[in-house]
């Protein structure tokens, strides 16, 4: 099981340079994979989640944190501006934050269906805001058979000149999808 | 050129259609998920197709199996990158696969591989 553990976490981290890489094409941040790891962070705070489940492939969901403050930040450098109460800036900015995530999560399913040979299209990426623990705590528990699914984490550096903001990914994929790896 | 887009994010779209019209390009029909998607590409008459694989109500790859290409030229824009849907979109006809996110230059490069 040991070595199916680093395939997987080989793909997610293959899976999350190609999409840093695709990002750094076009965003004048620097996105950087900074860690892949089975250790789930503790830590709680206010943010905007992206999620997918799988459409076909009824055992993987992925999700991605990025801290409130942060993904103002990233719109701002994206768009130019910050106009927090406007119906239009909430729409953008859900939209923007939301092409990020398809964009990570993606990268990363596609990995996974690569190996296993298979074709996984996941349902349209869904965004929700609140805070990490209790959104991290009803999507698990959404999932069937949550038990037998092995969650990962990674995190993602993310640097302008003038700042440096981290994003959290979760990974939540069954065994038996593991074991196939 | 006629272009549809099919895309579920309004944002994207626009600035397609923008990208699009500078290049001289005209659109002539949008679609946002895929029921929108099979009426836009059955009712309406154009020479490329924008489409997006991840869509409400049905990927895009549902909406080709529908509908097919119409002996037109479809362009799939997609953040996935798996062989098994490469090749079903090229068995389907696609003539080229763009991935998100993508610059203007590739938006035009694209399109030139398709015509």
Partial sequence: ?181 | MRFVIVDDNSSTRLTVKIALEKMGHNVVGEAENYDEAVKVISETDFDILLLDLLIPGGSGVDVLRKVGTRNKKVIAITALEQDGIDKELMRLGVCFILRKPFSFDELKKAIEECV
């Avoid at chain 1, 860690?35 to 962070?41: C, G, K, P, R, T």
């Fill in chain 1, 1 to 181: 099981m040991k070595e199916k553990i680093d395939a997987l976490k080989n793909l997610v981290s293959a899976g999350l340079l190609k999409s840093t890489e695709r990002l750094n094409k076009v965003s004048s941040f620097r996105w950087k994979v900074l860690d892949v790891s089975f250790e789930l962070s503790r830590k709680d705070y206010e943010s905007v989640c992206v999620y997918l489940i799988s459409k076909n492939y009824d055992k993987l969901a992925f999700l991605l944190f990025i801290k409130k403050e942060d993904a103002s930040k990233i719109f701002k450098i994206f768009s130019g501006y910050y106009l927090s109460d406007s119906f239009e800036y909430k729409k953008s900015y859900e939209l923007l934050i939301s092409e990020i995530g398809n964009i990570m999560l993606n990268s990363v399913l596609s990995e996974i269906a690569n190996r296993l040979s298979k074709i996984i299209i996941p349902d349209v990426p869904r965004i929700i805001n609140g805070e990490k623990k209790f959104i991290l705590e009803n999507i698990s528990g959404m999932l069937e058979e949550n038990k037998s699914k092995v969650p990962l984490s990674a995190t993602v550096l993310v640097e302008s000149e003038n700042d440096k903001l981290s994003i959290e990914l979760y990974f939540f994929i069954e065994n038996g999808v593991i074991e196939k790896l």
